[in-house]
């Protein structure tokens, strides 16, 4: 089984869902969000990726 395809078709999944779906690493940098997330932050993939969701992404008055 190719991984490359299953990881596309398992984006394809995610992309199709209707809510925010973000994935987090223990760093807190995001290593994963699907469509509908960049939608609902009005940002481009590549602008998440990578970056500190909490920082990033979460009102300062929410954060703790």
């Known amino acids: ?5 299953e990881e596309k078709r398992f984006q394809k999944y995610l992309d199709f869902a209707g809510i925010l779906i973000v994935v987090i690493e ?7 969000i699907n469509k509908k997330g960049c939608e609902l932050l009005g940002y481009n993939k590549e602008d998440v990726i990578g970056k500190n969701w909490f920082d990033n992404f979460i009102p300062e008055r929410m954060r703790k």
Request: charge should be neutral; charged fraction near 15%.
């Open 1 to 5: 089984m190719n991984i490359n395809l």
């Open 26 to 32: 223990t760093d807190q940098r995001v290593s994963f």
